[in-house]
């Protein structure tokens, strides 16, 4: 089977507060994606950044007496250390300041008009004659029609119904308290309304690969009929307009965060010496590409994002695969930074290692439906699988052939019906992975692992260690050879996890690479082996610890 091009786009979070269990949740399936590709030997490019720009950070800017690029740039170095601390391997976590993503947006901008997707438009917009200059939504202040409470431009503070400025009454300059009025501004619009039906199409096409939730969202916004939407935002905060007359505007951040997924992939692409429109077009039948992100972020990916591709003229590939998440609740509440009903990625790999994350998240996640997370029910799971199913496999084995043998393992005969298990569950997990199924791919590993236990159960080795020392070192060896076999199938799930296992039997990774031909199908081992540096897989949480 020839190699396949992979693209994998994490949705970029938003640089002004740190991330959260929900972004984990999210994203996780990106790096799981990009780490199982690698091992099957294919050609990845896996990218996401930070969405720096927009009137949130200006916002935060102003109370915290700062500048918004440093708001944007303490954030993005917080996000580059939490992914770094889950394990993420991103081939380019970028940020939409950058030079690079910066003239790369302008130059797409710049096709769009080209190819006639691009128009000017006068509209209505608020106007403080104080500060003699038009303000955004979230520069105005003012009273919320529907309960009375204090509202910005675009949402209710007190009952957080989403409004248009044009609905607020009784509106304010935020900055000097002036009464707004309403002066004629021009903006330039994108033709999203010319792409119904080539989105109608795309999405009737992507029926078995993108998730429920995709489809309906997607489907949702067609049938609602699509309406052309503003690309320039009066906001001096943002990616300049390469249009004359249009200085005091910056492009919309809609239309350029998206664009970072192109703009970060041909940044990798420039360094390793790829062509990368040919990479991602649509002629090339090797490629696969995925969109992992939340399910707020559904229409950006499925109807915003295409349609900028079939503007730029370019043949890119539509979506392949929608990973869209349903949302986290938080001990059964939604989450919210106003209600204080939050916590971070961060407190959370203050409490557990990233493979518990990894594993609770990929089996318990929000895959198809929203879900529940509390840090008692995360330590559970870490107790009855990680450590009373895949650890207690590992561990009654290596602890065994330590005490008796020194840690040595005679070469011996595998049993032909554990390497038949081994080889079904390395298609049946991959096969789920490929196709976003994460839940399903852990299944498929616990009943690889529990079927691990009861083979050591039923051949019962500490007696056959007295009568028929053969048969003891045929368990043992098909042991091993399960439990190198576990190193490769959790490794996308749970990397350190993975490389205890190699440490233990002092095996490095160019060993598992060119000696076990390591990749996604069954490692075959020869020779005999030693376990050195025996050590625990995982450790039990105390799970009354996890609440202080």
Request: hydrophobic fraction near 35%; include cysteine; glycine fraction near 6%.
């Amino acid at each position: 089977m020839s190699k396949r091009d992979i693209f994998i786009g994490g949705a970029w979070p938003y640089a002004n507060y740190y991330l959260h269990v929900g972004h984990l949740a999210a994203l996780l399936p990106g790096d799981v994606l990009a780490k199982y590709f690698r091992i099957n030997g294919d050609n990845v490019i896996y990218v996401s950044g930070s969405d720096c720009h927009g009137t949130p950070i200006t916002e935060r800017a102003k109370k915290e007496n700062s500048e918004p690029e440093k708001i944007a740039q303490h954030y993005h170095r917080e996000f580059e250390k939490t992914f770094g601390r889950l394990g993420f391997e991103y081939d380019n976590y970028s940020k939409t300041m950058s030079d690079f993503h910066k003239n790369y947006v302008q130059e797409c901008f710049k096709e769009f008009i080209k190819n006639n997707y691009i128009y000017e438009k006068e509209i209505p917009q608020d106007f403080c004659e104080k500060c003699k200059r038009f303000l955004s939504d979230r520069e105005i202040s003012g009273t919320c029609p529907e309960c009375g409470g204090k509202s910005t431009g675009e949402q209710c503070e007190d009952c957080l119904i989403s409004l248009d400025s044009s609905q607020v009454l009784e509106k304010h300059c935020k900055d000097c308290g002036s009464k707004t009025i309403t002066k004629n501004n021009k903006h330039l619009y994108f033709k999203l309304s010319e792409f119904q039906e080539s989105l109608q199409e795309l999405i009737n096409n992507r029926q078995n690969t993108w998730r429920k939730n995709a489809l309906g969202e997607s489907q949702k916004f067609i049938d609602m009929g699509l309406i052309d939407r503003a690309t320039t935002r009066q906001i001096n905060w943002g990616i300049e307009v390469p249009v004359e007359n249009y200085q005091d505007k910056r492009i919309y951040v809609w239309i350029e965060a998206v664009l970072g997924y192109l703009s970060a992939g041909q940044e990798t692409a420039d360094r390793i010496n790829l062509e990368f429109d040919k990479f991602l077009s649509d002629s090339n039948k090797n490629l696969l590409t995925y969109y992992v992100h939340g399910k707020d972020n559904i229409p950006f990916h499925t109807i915003i994002f295409p349609a900028l591709l079939m503007a730029l003229n370019k043949n890119y590939r539509m979506p392949d695969y929608i990973i869209s998440s349903a949302y986290v609740n938080l001990n059964n509440e939604k989450m919210s930074k106003r209600t204080g009903n939050l916590i971070t990625a961060n407190e959370l790999l203050d409490i557990f290692k990233k493979d518990t994350l990894r594993y609770y998240f990929m089996f318990y996640g929000p895959e198809t439906r929203d879900t529940n997370c509390s840090i008692e029910e995360i330590a559970q799971i870490h107790n009855k699988f990680l450590v009373g199913a895949l650890g207690n496999f590992v561990n009654r084995n290596f602890s065994y052939i330590t005490k008796k043998f020194n840690g040595k393992i005679t070469e011996a005969v595998i049993d032909k019906n554990i390497i038949n298990k081994t080889e079904q569950v390395y298609e049946n997990m991959g096969l789920s992975i490929e196709k976003g199924e994460f839940k399903n791919a852990i299944i498929y590993l616990n009943e690889y692992i529990n079927l691990a236990n009861k083979y050591y159960d039923e051949r019962q080795p500490w007696n056959q260690v007295e009568t028929n020392i053969q048969e003891f070192n045929n368990t043992t060896y098909t042991c091993l050879y399960i439990i190198i076999n576990l190193s490769n199938l959790i490794y996308p799930f749970m990397p350190d996890a993975a490389q205890k296992i190699k440490n233990m039997l002092s095996i490095s990774n160019s060993e598992y690479k060119y000696k076990y031909k390591y990749n996604w199908k069954p490692l075959l081992i020869t020779g005999n082996f030693e376990i050195k540096n025996l050590e625990l897989l995982f450790e039990r949480i105390e799970i009354e610890s996890c609440k202080n």
